[in-house]
């Protein structure tokens, strides 16, 4: 549906894994990381993550993070997906801090943001920071050139 190249600094972000740890986008300062605000119901999320889980393997040795944002209602089933699909990156119920984090980045001045913003939605940070690109509702092959850029992988191959 779109891409924006924002340029500007991402907001702050720390808030509890779905286990109850301190996941915080400082921890990954200095890395390209990828937001994604999506639900375990959204069949477009489910298609996505063999991909995801993919690109974390390629990439997290390359200074590459996925934070993934849920808008389920129950962490159960969140965690009863993330075993099923065996994820490897973090994910965060959004609660009141991922609420805050996408209003700002998305320029959204809402108390019921996560209500006005679709899933799925991508938000790409580059190692600098800053807000390189909004991906809303879209498949997730849309981000991959710029996340090839980001993390200088100039070959022209498939990820």
Request: glycine share 8%; net charge negative.
């Amino acid at each position: 549906m779109e891409r924006a190249s924002l340029s500007q600094p991402a907001p702050a972000l720390a808030a509890p894994d779905i286990f109850g740890d301190s996941v915080s986008l400082s921890d990954d300062q200095g890395k390209v990381v990828l937001l994604y605000l999506w639900a375990t119901w959204c069949p477009s999320c489910q298609a996505d993550t063999a991909a995801l889980i993919e690109m974390q393997r390629r990439y997290g040795s390359r200074g590459f993070a996925i934070i993934a944002c849920s808008r389920d209602e129950e962490p159960d089933l969140v965690r009863q997906f993330y075993r099923r699909y065996q994820l490897n990156y973090p994910v965060v119920m959004a609660g009141p801090q991922v609420q805050r984090f996408f209003g700002t980045a998305l320029g959204i001045r809402d108390d019921d943001v996560l209500n006005e913003v679709p899933i799925p939605t991508w938000i790409l940070i580059g190692q600098d920071g800053r807000i390189n690109s909004v991906y809303v509702g879209r498949d997730i092959a849309v981000l991959r050139p710029a996340l090839r850029e980001l993390l200088g992988d100039t070959g022209g191959g498939r990820s």
